[in-house]
T-cell receptor, first 114, second 117 residues
Framework: AQSVTQLGSHVSVSEGALVLLRCNYS??????LFWYVQYPNQGLQLLLK??????LVKGINGFEAEFKKSETSFHLTKPSAHMSDAAEYFC????????????FGIGTKLQVIP | EPEVTQTPSHQVTQMGQEVILRCVPI?????FYWYRQILGQKVEFLVS????????KSEIFDDQFSVERPDGSNFTLKIRSTKLEDSAMYFC???????????????FGEGSRLTVL
C-alpha cells in the first residue's frame, strides 16, 4: 500500500521568500507522485507529477519538486512566493502503473505574508 | 480542454434523505473515482469504478453508498440515508490508464458540497 506524509499542516512564508513544502512517501512498488493545489472553495488542480522520467520535475506557476529515492521524499519548492500562491497543497501517490487509487496526504496550507 | 463536471455544486438535505451526486467524467477516460473532503481535513478515497463495476472501495464506502454509470456518460454517487457526518465536499475524478504516455494523474471536478442538517 502507498501512503504519503506531509510535514507541517500550516506553512507561512513572506512574499518573495522560498517556499518548501515537505512530502515523504511510502510505497512497496515504484511510485507515481503528484502535487495538487486547492484554492479556497475550488477543486483540485494538478501542479506537477513524477512518473520516473526525470527526478526534477517542473510544474505550473513556477513550482518544482525533486524525487529522492534514497530519502523517499518529493518536496515541493518555489524560489519566490507570490500572494497568489496562498492555497492548500496536497501530495499524493499512486503505483507506477497508474492502476491503483491515488492516496493523498493531509495537506499543507500555505500562507503568504505581504 | 476536457474537464470533469459535477452537479449540483451545493446541496442541502435533511438527515435521513437520499442524495444523488452526479458527475460527467472526461469522455475517453476509463477509471472513475469518488473522493470526499470533510471541511478542513484530508481528501479521502471512497471508491473506484472500472468496466462497470467497483474496483476498490474504502471503509467509508459502506452499504449507505452506491455508485452507478447509468448511461455511459454520467457517473453517480448515491447516499441512501444521509447522516450529519456525511457533510463534506465530494469530488469526482477520472483518469485514463494504460494508454501510451499516460501518467495516471486524476482529473478532478470542482466538487459538490453536501450539507446535511
Amino acid at each position: 500500500a502507498q501512503s504519503v506524509t506531509q510535514l507541517g499542516s500550516h506553512v507561512s512564508v513572506s512574499e518573495g521568500a522560498l517556499v518548501l513544502l515537505r512530502c515523504n512517501y511510502s510505497s512497496s512498488v515504484p511510485p507515481y507522485l503528484f502535487w495538487y493545489v486547492q484554492y479556497p472553495n475550488q477543486g483540485l488542480q494538478l501542479l506537477l507529477k513524477y512518473t520516473s522520467a526525470a527526478t526534477l520535475v517542473k510544474g505550473i506557476n513556477g513550482f518544482e519538486a525533486e524525487f529522492k529515492k534514497s530519502e523517499t521524499s518529493f518536496h515541493l519548492t518555489k524560489p519566490s512566493a507570490h500572494m497568489s500562491d496562498a492555497a492548500e497543497y496536497f501530495c499524493a501517490v499512486s503505483d507506477a502503473g497508474g492502476y491503483q487509487k491515488v492516496t493523498f496526504g493531509i495537506g499543507t496550507k500555505l500562507q503568504v505574508i505581504p | 480542454e476536457p474537464e470533469v463536471t459535477q452537479t449540483p455544486s451545493h446541496q442541502v438535505t435533511q438527515m435521513g434523505q437520499e442524495v444523488i451526486l452526479r458527475c460527467v467524467p472526461i469522455s475517453n477516460h476509463l477509471y472513475f473515482y469518488w473522493y470526499r473532503q470533510i471541511l478542513g481535513q484530508k481528501v479521502e478515497f471512497l471508491v473506484s469504478f472500472y468496466n462497470n463495476e467497483i474496483s476498490e472501495k474504502s471503509e467509508i464506502f459502506d452499504d449507505q453508498f452506491s455508485v452507478e454509470r447509468p448511461d455511459g456518460s454520467n457517473f453517480t454517487l448515491k447516499i441512501r440515508s444521509t447522516k450529519l457526518e456525511d457533510s463534506a465536499m465530494y469530488f469526482c475524478a477520472s483518469r485514463s490508464v494504460g494508454a501510451p504516455g499516460n501518467t495516471g494523474e486524476l482529473f478532478f471536478g470542482e466538487g459538490s458540497r453536501l450539507t446535511v442538517l
